[in-house]
């Protein structure tokens, strides 16, 4: 069974410029969480969906926002980025509530 | 808010050697706390989760224990080797129904062949 995949793998973008990333779950997950980590701050929790409906929400400006869709792939959007934005974007997916979280590789963003 | 604390921060033991990873987290409030491992510039790789309701678990010669009470977690690595060279991530979840975790910030283990 494949895993989580992420793409694109590598971005550069300028400061003001948006991003979209994206995020396919491992088949027949319907949770995806996505995970900001920064050497400063480490691993935080950016929001999750579960069947196209986001189920929490991490402490990210508004600018951070996502959305889910129907078979279950997931993206997120960055708008007026920042050099803070800088990162490694990770999502997760699983197939129940509590159970073990499923990593894709990552997406490395670059804000220059 | 639950907060997640990983000691030491870094670690370098000689391979054949067995370790112990600790984790601690301040709201015993949890539903499972999971253990992971990243290699340099990687995304994570989970070694083991354990329900709230659990004390242990094991995978060949990984051990993690959960202590709820007092907030403590601990990662016994068995007979060390090279390849277990990577950082490691407990990660706890506070909120029934949800997938949110909160991490803590690692110990980086340095296996010396």
């Known amino acids: 069974k494949a895993g989580v995949t992420q793409t694109p793998r590598y971005l550069i973008k300028t400061r003001g410029q948006q991003v979209t990333l994206s995020c396919s779950p491992i088949s027949g997950h319907r949770s995806v969480s996505w995970y900001q980590q920064t050497p400063g701050q480490g691993l935080q929790f950016l929001f999750e969906?579960?069947?196209?409906?986001?189920?929490n929400k991490g402490n990210f400006p508004g600018r951070f926002s996502g959305r889910q869709f129907s078979n279950s792939r997931s993206e997120m959007n960055v708008s007026t980025l920042e050099l803070g934005d800088s990162a490694l974007y990770l999502c997760?997916?699983?197939?129940?509530?509590?159970?073990?979280?499923?990593f894709g590789p990552g997406t490395r963003l670059l804000v220059l | 808010k639950q907060e997640v604390t990983q000691i030491p921060a870094a670690l370098s033991v000689p391979e054949g050697e067995n370790l112990v990873l600790n984790c601690s987290f301040t709201d015993s409030a949890i539903y499972n706390l999971q253990w992971f491992r990243q290699d340099p510039g990687k995304g994570l790789t989970s070694l083991l989760l354990?329900?709230?309701?659990?004390r242990e678990q094991t995978s060949g010669r990984l051990n993690a224990s959960l202590d709820k009470s007092s907030g403590r977690s601990t990662l016994y690595i068995a007979a060390s080797q090279p390849g277990d060279s990577a950082t490691y991530l407990c990660?706890?979840?506070?909120?029934?129904?949800?997938?949110?975790?909160?991490f803590g910030t690692g110990t980086r283990l340095t296996v010396i062949p």
């Open positions: 997760a997916s699983s197939l129940k509530d509590e159970e073990t979280q499923y």
């Open positions: 354990i329900q709230s309701s659990q």
């Open positions: 969906y579960f069947s196209e409906t986001q189920r």
């Open positions: 990660a706890v979840t506070s909120q029934t129904g949800a997938n949110n975790l909160f």
